[in-house]
């Protein structure tokens, strides 16, 4: 299976603007799945409700959502991208996963970072996993969720072989925190991070970039600049993250003893 990740930088409030860049940028690349940055519809750093209210879009009737639908299906292919979602007068930040059928499916952060506690509501759903049609298990969790281990346990307790991403990181933890959420949870992790600078009256953000695909192993098998837009994939073999045996006698699973933890 070739997956991999699209790290480029989202213009704030500029949906139709963005979901063409991405267009353009995947048009000719070849690839199964495919991992965006966090909020690749919209940008991050919001000044205002009304700036949130003109570029929130519902799911999957938005033009953002619309657009990676189109772009998943004339490519048979599946696509997860952060997306700022509108729901019953309610704000989210979220991710979508596209199937090249059409299907959309939403996970709405939880643990949400800093003034996204300003714009946001936290996430309502759980974390779920999903099945692709070659019977692959898919989860996805968003930037600051990487900082709970609960978050990825729970997507490799029902099942996930990969864990999709979505980032705007900008603390200089995380990309090598994956490491852990992989070989804890002996899954991939693809963490699709975004690039660039934005600011506004009272703020400033430079995002990290370092976009990062690791094994069940812990090896590193992708890692893009701090500053560029790149387009990165590898092919992967993701029943490796059906074994969850250390050693001959160690089940990461099996070996967990829950009546002692919180």
Request: one cysteine or more.
């Amino acid at each position: 299976m070739k997956v991999g990740f699209l790290q480029f930088a989202p213009v704030l409030l500029n949906p139709e603007g963005n979901i063409e860049k991405i267009k353009q940028l995947l048009s000719d690349k070849e690839f199964d799945l495919i991992v965006l940055p966090e909020l690749s519809n919209s940008g991050y750093l919001f000044s205002s409700v009304t700036e949130l209210e003109s570029v929130a879009e519902e799911i999957p009737a938005g033009k953002f959502c619309r657009g990676l639908c189109e772009l998943a299906s004339e490519k048979n292919v599946y696509i997860v991208s952060g997306i700022c979602e509108r729901s019953d007068n309610k704000f989210y930040n979220s991710s979508v996963l596209i199937y090249p059928s059409g299907e959309v499916y939403t996970y709405r952060k939880i643990h949400l970072f800093m003034e996204e506690k300003k714009w946001f509501e936290p996430g309502d759903r759980g974390f779920e996993v999903y099945t692709l049609n070659n019977g692959i298990k898919i989860g996805m969790m968003i930037c600051f969720d990487w900082l709970f281990p609960e978050a990825s346990r729970t997507l490799a307790l029902k099942g996930a072989q990969i864990i999709c991403h979505p980032s705007n990181l900008v603390l200089k933890y995380c990309q090598r925190a994956m490491f852990s959420r992989a070989v804890e949870n002996r899954v991939f992790t693809i963490t699709a991070n975004r690039t660039g600078t934005e600011k506004n009256a009272n703020n400033e953000l430079k995002f990290t970039g370092n976009s990062v695909i690791v094994s069940p192993a812990g090896d590193y098998l992708a890692s893009a600049s701090e500053e560029n837009e790149e387009f990165i994939t590898v092919d992967i073999d993701p029943s490796i993250a059906l074994d969850k045996n250390i050693t001959s006698m160690n089940n990461i699973f099996e070996d967990r003893r829950t009546e002692f933890y919180f």
